[in-house]
Every structure is written in structure tokens, then in C-alpha cells.
């Protein structure tokens, strides 16, 4: 489930966005690193950033982390909520299908003669008797919606 979550919450596209806009501000700065001094001050991409201080950045960051994790956290949740409500529906159907076993009427008892042969310890027939056989019969009478 773990697996799931972190899929959910790393691959939206505005994370695979903010991502691609990171990677793609690595390379130009190492790019631009590879040149002089002097390039470098031309094409210094820093200047597009606010000049905060670096504890102004930390708490930026801190806070983007943990609006992620509670991102994830609620999607779990309604994950959670989502599977449990279709448990329950699925309970419910099953429920609502059980089978109704009901004796079938009229005469749903009753007895029936049934020839019984007695054998030895060989199979052969000592004896045939008929004997009374109970009998019930049922239906299953589901309960219909």
C-alpha cells in the first residue's frame, strides 16, 4: 500500500512538472559553471530567484514537504474509504444473495419404499429388503430485490 501512495503522491503531473523545471535549472547552472568567471556573472540564472536568506528557503521547503505528505496521507485515507465502502456493498450483496432453503410444499415429507440388498464380505446378496426411506424436499427460494 506503501508503494501505491508514493506512486500517487510522485508521479501528478505537476510533481513530474516542478521536477523536469529542477533538473533542467542543474544542468544549465552546471553548463554555465563549466565557462569563465566572467560567463558565468552574464549568465548567472540566480538572479531570477529572490534573494531570501537560506533559513527563508528551508522553511519553504519544509512546508512543500510536509503539504506533500499530507497530501499523500488524504489520499490514503479515501483509498481506504473507497475500498471499505465497496467491501460493504459487496458484504451487502452477498448477503442479499444467500441462498433461502424452504421445504417445497405440498408433501414435502414424506416416505418412499427403497429396495436395500444385504451383501457378504464377497458381494453376494444374502438378502433384498424393502425398506421405508424418508424424504424431504426443499427449493431455494432467494430473496429478490
Not at 37 to 57: A, D, I
Not at 63 to 76: C, D, E, K, P, S
Amino acid at each position: 500500500m506503501a508503494e501505491s501512495v508514493v506512486k500517487e503522491i510522485l508521479f501528478k503531473r505537476w510533481v513530474v512538472t516542478a521536477n523536469a523545471i529542477l533538473l533542467a535549472y542543474s544542468i544549465a547552472t552546471t553548463f554555465r559553471d563549466a565557462f569563465s568567471p566572467e560567463v558565468q556573472q552574464k549568465y548567472q540564472l540566480n538572479l531570477l530567484l529572490h534573494h531570501w536568506s537560506w533559513q527563508t528557503w528551508i522553511a519553504i521547503f519544509a512546508i512543500g514537504n510536509f503539504l506533500v505528505v499530507l497530501h499523500g496521507a488524504r489520499l490514503a485515507i479515501n483509498r481506504r474509504d473507497n475500498e471499505r465502502d465497496a467491501m460493504a456493498r459487496e458484504l451487502e450483496e452477498i448477503k442479499n444473495t444467500k441462498p433461502r432453503i424452504r421445504l417445497k410444499e405440498p408433501d414435502a415429507i414424506y416416505c418412499e419404499p427403497v429396495d436395500h440388498n444385504f451383501k457378504d464380505q464377497h458381494g453376494n446378496v444374502i438378502f433384498t429388503q424393502t425398506v421405508p426411506f424418508l424424504k424431504v424436499r426443499f427449493i431455494n427460494d432467494p430473496l429478490v430485490l
